[in-house]
């Protein structure tokens, strides 16, 4: 009986679990860690704020999944228009693929500095394994075993790296009381930016109603997707915490998130450098497995091709993104410059356009029924849209003024 209850709750934060590890990426690893390397504890507070926030939008999308037989750009098209539809489809999938080479080069350099060999042949290789995973039958099931074993993986090393540096817990708890310390707007910026994913929250629709289609599952409500979003919160913290316990003392700087395993290796040994790589790999790999699906998927729904996993046209799609994202990698060894601005500037214009669709349709009591937002969630949302807005214009003015 316990076993049976327990693994019906698997099956249901199944998707939410995909979702934190398909945000929870080489980018994201390196740019946490940054905080704490630089700030050391004082942006603590930070996280819990972020994890709130994809939370709300998270279970709203969840909730649009269950309320709805079509998909979430379906009822965008039907609400909005072809034109709306189309944008935040294709919008999706050119933010997707320009970010791809990023978490492929993720997996080549943590395999890379793991056996002293050149990123390359594990490019191709990681590359090769994920398009592989498209030629299964039921491909979902697949995705959310592969996510929930690398999130497993991440979750152990990171730990097993919180436990090995030893924080002073005085300190963490006092970098729960909000301060912004001189300099650090821009990767406090970065951070919410990243972590509060408007189109990983996105695709959680797409993925509650993945889940319906391969097993008939109940959904009570949109919050069995909490579990995934809070685990992604306490990887972010603990990654914030051993950055701040280890580097900020000794005023050490990160550039990529491979420094904090060389830094780890001479205060510790080898096998706690080990150990980081080991989750980094982690988080490249569900990102370049997580950041297809959602592309190409999307892409799919918008020119009309249906959005299911086991469609032929979506796994072609999806395939792209992986086969993009390695041929770029392997080409420059890095994110180019001009993918990074061309990214950020669809990702400007497309992300609040995500966001008040989501909200709007999540506030149709025709179309949601019982599970349309609640009076605490228009706010919660509301007030999220409106983070999401400001940091649309900061970055609108910091990348063409």
Known sequence: MILRSLTKWMQTIGPGLITAALVFGPSKLTITSK?????????????????????????????????????????????????????????IFLVCISFQAGNAIGVGIAIGEMTSTS??????????????LLFFRSFYKVLERAMILLILLMLICFITTLIAV????????RGLRPALPQGSAGLVIAFMASCVSIVGAFYQSYLVQERKKVSQV??????????????????????????ATILHPQGLTLTSATDMSKVLEPIFDPYASLLFLTGLFGAAFSSIIGNATVGGTLLGDALGYGSQLSAIPTKIFIAIVMVFGAIIAIIFG????????????????????????????????????????????????????????????????????
């Open 35 to 91: 905080l704490g390397a630089e700030y050391g504890f004082e942006l603590i507070w930070i996280v819990p704020v972020a994890i709130l926030f994809m939370v709300v939008f998270t279970t709203m999308s969840a909730r649009i999944g269950l309320a709805t037989d079509v998909s979430l750009l379906t009822s965008i098209r039907k609400k909005f228009g072809v034109f709306v539809s189309r944008t935040v489809g294709v919008g």
């Open 119 to 132: 990123s390359t042949p594990w490019v191709l290789l990681f590359s090769a394994c994920g398009i592989s």
């Open 166 to 173: 030893q924080p002073p817990w005085g300190s963490i708890v």
């Open 218 to 243: 109940v959904f009570k409500n949109g919050n069995d997707s909490i579990t995934g979003i809070v685990l992604l919160g306490v990887m972010s913290g603990i990654l914030l915490i051993s950055a």
């Open 334 to 401: 890095a994110l180019p410059l001009q993918l990074i601005v061309f990214a950020q500037s669809i990702t400007i214009f497309i992300v609040p356009v995500i966001g008040i669709s989501m909200y709007l349709i999540a506030n149709d009591a025709k179309l949601m029924g019982h599970l349309k937002n609640t009076t605490r969630a228009k706010i919660l949302a509301g007030l999220g849209l409106a983070l999401i807005i400001g940091l649309a214009l900061v970055n609108a003015i910091t990348l063409f003024f």
